[in-house]
């Protein structure tokens, strides 16, 4: 069974900075897709950012690109979201989730199977 564990989430102020961690276990291939996705209140979820294994593609929401870094250790299966000059409109949930190199004929940001439970960001001004 594949698991996905986000930590790394807290209180910060605009400007500053956070770096998000997710676990995966269980996931049985060696290739894999991993990303963040975030929900703030009232909205829908997002895509934020995604890699490839060994970062051969990585795939950025506009609204996090040159701010946001997404980096995959493979032989752990750790992912990371490096997240600088943050403001307000960046308090969400952030999720990890990942899925396997299948092909995917749908949306991009649709593909992920699998969740992980969420870790709260929050930007103050």
């Known amino acids: 069974e594949v698991q996905l564990v986000e930590s790394g989430g807290g209180s910060v102020q605009a400007g500053g900075s956070l770096r998000l961690s997710c676990q995966m276990s269980?996931?049985?291939?060696?290739?894999?897709?991993m990303a963040w996705f975030r929900q703030a209140p009232g909205k829908e979820r997002e895509g934020v950012a995604a890699v490839y294994s060994g970062g051969q593609s990585t795939t950025y929401a506009d609204s996090v690109k040159g701010r946001f870094t997404i980096s995959l250790d493979d032989p752990t299966n750790m992912l990371y979201l490096q997240m600088n000059s943050l403001t307000p409109e960046d308090t969400a949930v952030y999720y990890c989730a990942s899925d396997y190199p299948r092909l995917w004929p749908g949306a991009f940001w649709d593909r992920f199977r699998f969740w992980g439970q969420g870790t709260q960001v929050t930007v103050s001004s």
């Open positions: 269980g996931y049985p291939y060696d290739e894999v897709w």
